[in-house]
């Protein structure tokens, strides 16, 4: 850990006694805790210092990253992180997420596991394809049958899960239904739009499209002008708001219009895709602002 504006070092360890002891350090002294993102190990942390009524933020590693390269910084140790973290905070007082209320934590934990175990059920497919070549497509059958049966029984049984957890909470179960209502939002990515941006229906348009790295980053110099380009953002959120854009561009009679007049001006395929994931990110945004739901002239 690096204190600001004194410089003071310190080490806890991540378990209950060392959060008590940076709650002690902290609250005395209204200090807001910063950290990054790294993969869930920083959860118990930032439920301990929320619950303490300690300020919180927790930054993305990309950016911090970005940080460290513009400093001349190339050398990575605990220390160096926490010192990074801490002055990119100092600069950046806006930057980062604070904590999602328990519901929505709890729902985005069963979406990521859900999303592990689609994963895994991918790759045992492809591995029962490969199978089937001739002289082993017995030696494996058995074996294969049964994990895909307990994927399959796992994956349904998180989306009961989740399902239950929409619908015992009036808010969020008033959010999915707003989504459900466009064309191309189904059950997961509604899901997925709630769990991991919460922010939906609070922020600009092109924050929402930032947010979930839609947004065309330009790559102009002088007369210079570059092909726009689309990264950053919530990447997970992102995969499956494409699945959804393959969707809408067919069955959506706003984007299928839209998706056909990208076509016809000759705009590759990604780039179509791309635009309607935009757009639907747009609509659901603009939809939970108003709390409305779908009608064609909300597009």
Do not use: Y
Not at 202 to 231: C, F, M, N, V, Y
């Amino acid at each position: 850990m690096h204190c600001l504006p004194n410089g003071k070092r310190l080490r806890f360890p991540n378990t209950e006694k060392g959060h008590e002891q940076l709650i002690h350090l902290a609250r005395p002294v209204d200090a807001l805790v910063c950290f990054e993102a790294t993969g869930g190990q920083e959860w118990r942390l930032w439920a301990a210092l929320d619950a303490a009524a300690v300020a919180t933020r927790q930054l993305p590693p990309a950016q911090i990253k970005a940080f460290a390269a513009s400093l001349g910084t190339r050398a990575k140790t605990d220390r160096i992180d926490a010192e990074l973290i801490a002055r990119f905070m100092a600069l950046r007082p806006e930057a980062g997420r604070s904590l999602p209320h328990e519901k929505l934590r709890l729902l985005r934990a069963l979406t990521s596991k859900r999303g592990q175990l689609f994963e895994t059920r991918n790759r045992l497919l492809a591995q029962i394809k490969a199978h089937e070549e001739p002289g082993s497509a017995g030696t494996f059958a058995s074996m294969d049958g049964d994990l895909k049966a307990l994927l399959n029984r796992q994956i349904a049984e998180l989306e009961e899960r989740i399902e239950q957890s929409i619908v015992s909470d009036d808010d969020l179960a008033s959010t999915a239904e707003i989504l459900r209502s466009v064309p191309g939002i189904g059950p997961v990515v509604s899901t997925m739009l709630i769990a991991e941006m919460p922010e939906l229906g609070h922020l600009s348009g092109e924050q929402a499209a930032a947010l979930t790295g839609l947004a065309p980053i330009a790559h102009d110099s002088g007369a210079l002008r570059g092909k726009r380009a689309i990264g950053g953002g919530r990447r997970l959120l992102r995969h499956v708001l494409f699945q959804a854009a393959l969707v809408a561009s067919h069955h959506n009679p706003v984007l299928k219009t839209f998706a056909d007049r990208l076509r016809a001006a000759g705009k590759p395929h990604k780039v179509v895709i791309t635009a309607v994931a935009r757009k639907l990110v747009l609509i659901a945004n603009a939809l939970c602002r108003s709390r409305h739901k779908w009608t064609r002239l909300a597009a």
